[in-house]
C-alpha cells in the first residue's frame, strides 16, 4: 500500500475501536436494546418496515463491532501477552451485551425466526448465527470444548474451575 493509504486504514481502525468502545456502556446498549426487543416481540403481521428496518440495522451494526479487534500491544509492561489485551476491549464489549440483554434478545429472534420461514428470517437467522463466530473473536475453536477432568480426590469435573 501507499504511505497514505495505510495511514487511513490504521485512522479508520482506530474511529472503529473507539466507536466500540463507547458501546461497551451499558446504559447505551440497553437504549438500543429496548427498542429492538419492542420490534422483536411485536407479531409479525403487526410489524412495519420500521421495526424491519430496526432489527436488520442492529443486527448489522452489533456485528460490524464484533467484528472490530482490539490494538495489539507489543512488549507489554505489565505483563500481559498481546493476544490478552487484543481480547480485552471485545470481552468488555461481550459483557456489555450481555448484560443490556441485547445478546438474550438476538438469540431469542432466531427462537421466533425458526417457527416461520420466509426470505426475511432466513437472514435474521444467518445474522444471528453469524455472531457466534465473531463472539469468540480469535479464540482457538479447540479451547472452548469443554473436556472432562478429574481434580485430586479423582471427582471427574466438566471443567476444572466447575465444581464436581
Known amino acids: ?20 468502545a463507547c458501546f461497551c ?12 426487543q419492542r420490534a422483536i416481540l411485536l407479531p409479525v403481521s403487526e ?19 464484533l467484528r472490530v479487534r482490539d490494538e495489539v500491544s507489543f512488549g507489554s509492561s505489565a505483563g500481559i501477552s498481546s493476544n490478552q489485551h ?6 468488555e464489549f461481550v459483557s456489555a ?7 438474550e434478545s438476538i438469540f431469542y429472534l ?7 420461514v420466509n426470505k426475511q428470517n432466513q437472514i435474521w437467522n444467518l445474522q444471528a448465527v453469524g455472531f457466534l463466530r465473531f463472539l469468540f473473536g480469535d479464540d482457538d475453536p479447540l479451547l472452548l ?7 485430586a480426590n479423582g471427582q471427574t469435573l466438566l ?4 465444581p464436581a
Open 25 to 36: 456502556d451499558k446504559s447505551l446498549l440497553a437504549v438500543l436494546c429496548a427498542f429492538f
Open 159 to 162: 471443567h476444572p474451575a466447575l
Open 145 to 151: 470444548v469443554i473436556q472432562p477432568t478429574s481434580n
Open 110 to 116: 432466531t427462537k421466533l425466526t425458526t417457527t416461520k
Open 47 to 65: 410489524r412495519t418496515k420500521r421495526d424491519a428496518t430496526i432489527i436488520d440495522l442492529t443486527l448489522i451494526f452489533i456485528s460490524n463491532l
Open 97 to 103: 451485551l450481555d448484560e443490556s440483554k441485547l445478546l
Open 1 to 20: 500500500f501507499k504511505k497514505e493509504h495505510k495511514a487511513n486504514i490504521v485512522g479508520q481502525e482506530q474511529r472503529a475501536r473507539h466507536i466500540k
Open 86 to 91: 487484543m481480547q480485552h476491549l471485545h470481552i
